[in-house]
């Protein structure tokens, strides 16, 4: 016999609404934004602040105050509560971004004026930051020397990071607790004491020369503390049940590891490789230090000077001239287009499902 037990009408939730539902809140909310900006125009207009930061400034003071206004008048204390933590928390949001949308702005506005197809074709062999033709010479060298140095960098820190987190994670032996504690010292070095590590153990006693693949040494060192700690933060959101279902069926702690624990972790693991080239892609101290700065296409990592766009960027500044700011603006525009491919390429990657 099945008992049907009734749930009053009133204990009931009500679904939620989107904000915005319908025509008559998004005209409530432009009507008070458009009072808002007249308040705060004439404010600005009317008092000694001045400035894009006084208007900025008074429109996140006013809005927020109209806005709980109008909603308590109409539906309530509760509701007037509620919107004016929403917009509070609209508002950091945007103050949030505004950094990263102004410093894209500024790049794109102050590098696109350099682009042209010779900077994807030549090198700086022939030219040099300060020629007055912006067209002579490019920095495909630039380009291919900081793709080259940052995947040498993934390759030795990649493997390092991950197998440090399994330990963590998975084994937790009697080393643990220094481990983690090195890679969390690890994670607030500074680039420079990376580059003059490997300038005074590698450079100096053993091969007496700059090459690519010192400076991605000296890149790894800083990228295996943020993937360490990142795939171990991962790792640890996977349930337990897990590595004991592995256990159960007769596997070896290794092969559950394998077979269960990193491809249920594979999309976060892709995030703290992703972490790990955002912390090193501008790093310019171990680079000037390490690479030479070469002015030529080197595709060889272990022999020759080799330019990276991180130290295209810190000769450009340093010149001096305008078309040498010109040619550095445009350096630093293409590198964060690189980064972004990268990024994309990663999480693509990171997203795709086994067929099987």
């Not at 009053?8 to 539902?21: D, F, H, K």
């Not at 101290?285 to 990592?301: K, Q, R, S, Y």
Request: charged share 15%.
């Amino acid at each position: 016999m099945t008992t049907t037990v009734s749930t009053p009408s009133s204990i009931i939730p009500e679904p939620r609404r989107p904000w915005l539902a319908t025509p008559r809140q998004r005209a409530e909310v432009f009507a008070v934004i458009f009072i808002a900006a007249i308040i705060d125009i004439s404010l600005v207009a009317i008092t000694p602040l001045k400035g894009k930061l006084a208007y900025l400034g008074l429109f996140l003071i006013i809005y927020p105050a109209l806005d709980y206004l109008v909603v308590r008048a109409q539906r309530g204390k509760s509701a007037g509560s509620d919107a004016l933590f929403r917009a509070l928390v609209n508002f950091s949001m945007a103050i949030a971004l505004l950094p990263i949308v102004s410093i894209l702005w500024t790049v794109w506005s102050r590098g696109h004026k350099g682009l042209h197809w010779n900077l994807f074709t030549q090198d700086m062999h022939s030219a040099s930051v300060t020629d007055p033709v912006l067209t002579h010479g490019g920095l495909i060298h630039a380009v291919i020397g900081s793709i080259l140095i940052v995947v040498a960098a993934l390759v030795v820190a990649v493997p390092l990071g991950l197998l440090t987190a399994i330990y963590l994670t998975e084994i937790q032996g009697k080393f643990t607790r220094p481990i983690k504690f090195l890679v969390q010292s690890m994670s607030g070095v500074p680039s420079i004491v990376a580059g003059l590590f490997i300038l005074a153990a590698i450079v100096y006693p053993v091969t007496k020369t700059f090459n690519g693949f010192e400076g991605s040494l000296a890149l790894a060192i800083l990228m295996i503390p943020t993937i360490a700690r990142t795939a171990e933060e991962v790792l640890l959101l996977i349930p337990h049940d897990l590595r004991e279902t592995g256990l159960a069926l007769g596997g070896t702690q290794w092969r559950t590891v394998q077979k269960i624990i990193l491809p249920a972790a594979r999309s976060g693991l892709v995030t703290a490789m992703i972490l790990g080239v955002a912390r090193v892609a501008g790093e310019t101290a171990p680079i000037v230090l390490l690479t030479g700065g070469g002015d030529t296409t080197n595709w060889n990592l272990f022999n020759g000077p080799m330019g990276t766009l991180p130290f295209y960027i810190w000769k450009g500044f340093g010149a001096g001239t305008d078309e040498s700011f010109q040619r550095a603006w445009t350096g630093i525009l293409v590198l964060l287009v690189v980064v972004l491919v990268l990024f994309a390429l990663a999480r693509f990657l990171g997203g795709r499902r086994n067929s099987k």
